[in-house]
């Protein structure tokens, strides 16, 4: 079960079909769910974790860079790169598809990675960047 970077994912079970799931970041940073539907909420601490992170990393493109490569881990990557000197903007390709995060401007777009640029995928702001809608879009077009 994958976590965030930076972050560690446990989980109990409490009573009978019923867990404690807790995701604690080495700050000691951590957001904790009790409930019955385990794979709701392990999703759940993630998206607190995620705004957490948003709210109190000092390299949040990092961060981005990262946990896109760890929603990626079973795809086959072709080329990636982190560039900090570039408004700490990054890109990974994978055979069909390539995501750019353009620090600069704060925004981050999936398009064909065939060198078509004009056919975008997702373009999407930073400000309205959430887990779900990271994890989704990585889903839907690399999978």
């Not at 009790?34 to 999703?43: H, K, P, V």
């Not at 705004?51 to 990262?66: A, C, M």
Request: charged content about 30%.
């Amino acid at each position: 079960m994958e976590s965030l970077p930076g972050w560690l994912l446990k989980y109990e079970e409490v009573s009978n079909g019923a867990y404690k799931i807790t995701i604690i970041r080495a700050s000691g940073h951590k957001a904790e769910v009790t409930g019955d539907d385990f794979d709701l909420y392990i999703e759940t601490v993630k998206e607190f974790a995620f705004d957490i992170e948003r709210q109190i990393t000092k390299n949040w493109s990092l961060f981005l860079y990262e946990l896109c490569l760890t929603l990626l881990q079973d795809v086959k990557i072709i080329e990636k790169g982190y560039l900090e000197d570039s408004y700490r903007s990054w890109h990974i390709t994978a055979a069909h598809k390539h995501i750019l995060y353009d620090g600069r401007e704060k925004f981050w777009i999936i398009n064909n990675a065939t060198g078509d640029n004009k056919s975008c995928d997702v373009i999407m702001d930073d400000r309205e960047l959430n887990y779900p809608a990271l994890r989704n879009a990585v889903k839907k077009y690399f999978r």
